[in-house]
């Protein structure tokens, strides 16, 4: 990218010395054509001069006439130096103008190669986290296909596990229908990760700092218990739009990953993987592209869910168009430049099977980016 914008520092230069010489020999052609023109009148003088002397000016007269046509040659020549002078700068105005509009272009594609390999870089970590969700899945399902009952025990240390292996994730959670796991709900009342239901509902989390496991709340009660619901009726992984959950004692402001799970036949629960939102923030925000740059993460309902300015966290992102907006509900990749001059580019980023994209947004004013180019090439 630095070798890019050398090579436009550089042509552009040539390209300003260029125009500032064709000045200069506009400036000189103005000269001798002033000059032309003061002799053009001292010959024409001098024949009136001539004329008046009679025979005893002849020959003054005969000076007279050859002075004013060199002078007209002059005049003439200058005027034909004066025209091409005036073409080349017309034409390096033109190559200044294409120039500035390639190095525009460019700088406007290689933003579109940043948020597409930031965004890829989120997606890849997700997938990561999508394959671990599934993984804990797949145990408990491939233990029943087997008929083997799968022990809460057993369970509870594979997620304890997987969460000490996945530093940036926050906690995994599962949650079991009524007595679908091994029938025995009623025995594991207000046991450790249970509560008075005694359904398998472990959520293994480090929000205090350690890993601690706890039951999960609000798992039936309507309006809160989106993190299951939602992945009930989809039938698919969900990517949950950003709410408040409590863990380790605090209440913290994340995103889900969940997953439902086929057990004996029907849906038995779900499992899924918890991210907070701080986390994230505090990645993007050390991100910054071009040097003038932000990166920015957006929902499926297009809210803003990490942001530079903290007051427009979880607020709608109406400051981007209406086509905008579509593209990042429909998971699309979009760019624009704004009446401000704000080059904004979207690129989806996808998350297991969720039907729902998340959007990384890159946003910087154009010209500023363009002025930080120029001055890092001339030092």
Same mark, same amino acid.
């Given at each position: 990218?630095?070798?890019?914008?050398?090579?436009?520092?550089?042509?552009?230069?040539?390209?300003?010395?260029?125009?500032?010489?064709?000045?200069?020999?506009?400036?000189?052609?103005?000269?001798?054509? /002033?000059?032309?023109?003061?002799?053009?009148?001292?010959?024409?003088?001098?024949?009136?001069?001539?004329?008046?002397?009679?025979?005893?000016?002849?020959?003054?007269?005969v %000076?007279?006439?050859?002075?004013?046509?060199?002078? /007209?040659q002059t005049a003439?020549?200058?005027?034909?130096?004066?025209?091409?002078?005036?073409?080349? /700068?017309?034409?390096?105005?033109?190559?200044?103008e294409?120039?500035? /509009? +390639?190095?525009?272009?460019?700088?406007?594609?290689n933003?579109?190669?940043?948020?597409? +390999?930031?965004?890829?870089?989120i997606?890849?970590?997700w997938?990561?986290?999508?394959?671990?969700?599934?993984?804990?899945?797949?145990v408990?399902?491939?233990l029943?296909?087997?008929?083997i009952t799968?022990?809460?025990?057993?369970?509870?240390?594979? #997620?304890?596990?997987?969460?000490?292996?996945?530093?940036?994730?926050?906690?995994?959670?599962?949650?079991?229908?009524?007595?679908?796991?091994?029938?025995?709900?009623?025995?594991h009342?207000g046991?450790?990760?249970? &509560?008075?239901?005694?359904?398998?509902?472990?959520?293994?989390?480090?929000?205090?700092? &350690?890993l601690?496991?706890?039951?999960?709340?609000?798992?039936?009660?309507?309006?809160l218990?989106?993190?299951?619901?939602?992945p009930?009726?989809?039938?698919?992984?969900?990517?949950m739009e950003p709410?408040?959950?409590?863990?380790?004692? $605090?209440?913290?402001?994340?995103?889900?990953f969940?997953?439902?799970?086929?057990?004996?036949? $029907?849906?038995?629960g779900v499992?899924?993987?918890?991210?907070?939102?701080?986390?994230?923030?505090?990645?993007?925000?050390l991100?910054?592209?071009?040097?003038?740059?932000?990166?920015?993460?957006?929902?499926?309902?297009?809210?803003?869910?990490?942001?530079?300015?903290?007051?427009?966290?979880?607020q709608?992102?109406?400051?981007?168009p209406a086509? +905008?907006?579509?593209?990042?509900?429909?998971?699309?990749?979009?760019?624009?430049?704004?009446?401000?001059? #704000?080059?904004? %580019?979207?690129?989806p980023?996808?998350?297991g099977?969720s039907?729902?994209?998340?959007?990384?947004?890159?946003?910087?004013?154009v010209?500023?980016?363009?002025?930080?180019? $120029?001055? %890092?090439?001339?030092?």
């Open positions: 990218m630095a070798e890019v914008h050398n090579f436009f520092a550089q042509v552009k230069h040539l390209v300003h010395r260029l125009q500032e010489r064709s000045k200069q020999i506009a400036a000189v052609t103005g000269s001798i054509d /002033q000059v032309a023109r003061h002799t053009n009148l001292l010959a024409l003088n001098a024949a009136v001069e001539a004329a008046r002397a009679g025979t005893a000016g002849r020959g003054f007269a %000076v007279a006439s050859e002075v004013r046509q060199l002078a /007209q003439s020549a200058t005027g034909d130096i004066a025209h091409l002078v005036d073409g080349i /700068q017309r034409e390096t105005q033109d190559a200044s294409e120039i500035a /509009q +390639a190095e525009r272009a460019g700088l406007i594609e933003a579109v190669l940043i948020a597409r +390999a930031e965004a890829s870089a997606e890849t970590r997938a990561t986290i999508a394959s671990a969700v599934h993984g804990i899945q797949h408990i399902q491939g029943l296909l087997q008929g799968p022990p809460r025990k057993a369970i509870n240390a594979i #997620m304890a596990e997987v969460l000490r292996q996945h530093t940036d994730v926050l906690a995994f959670s599962c949650c079991c229908e009524t007595n679908v796991l091994d029938g025995r709900d009623a025995e009342v046991h450790q990760g249970h &509560d008075d239901s005694g359904r398998f509902i472990p959520y293994w989390n480090r929000g205090s700092g &350690d601690r496991l706890e039951p999960l709340v609000d798992y039936a009660t309507p309006g218990n989106d993190y299951y619901e939602l009930r009726r989809a039938g698919t992984d969900v990517l709410y408040d959950y409590p863990a380790g004692g $605090k209440t913290l402001r994340i995103t889900s969940m997953s439902p799970m086929i057990l004996r036949g $029907k849906f038995g499992v899924g993987a918890d991210i907070t939102l701080a986390q994230l923030q505090q990645e993007l925000s991100i910054r592209p071009f040097g003038v740059g932000r990166l920015m993460l957006l929902s499926n309902a297009c809210r803003y869910v990490t942001h530079h300015d903290p007051s427009l966290l979880g709608a992102a109406d400051d981007l086509a +905008a907006q579509r593209c990042v509900r429909n998971g699309v990749a979009h760019h624009h430049v704004d009446e401000r001059g #704000m080059l904004r %580019v979207m690129h980023i996808s998350a099977n039907k729902s994209p998340w959007s990384l947004l890159v946003s910087f004013a010209d500023d980016a363009l002025s930080l180019s $120029k001055r %890092v090439a001339v030092a």
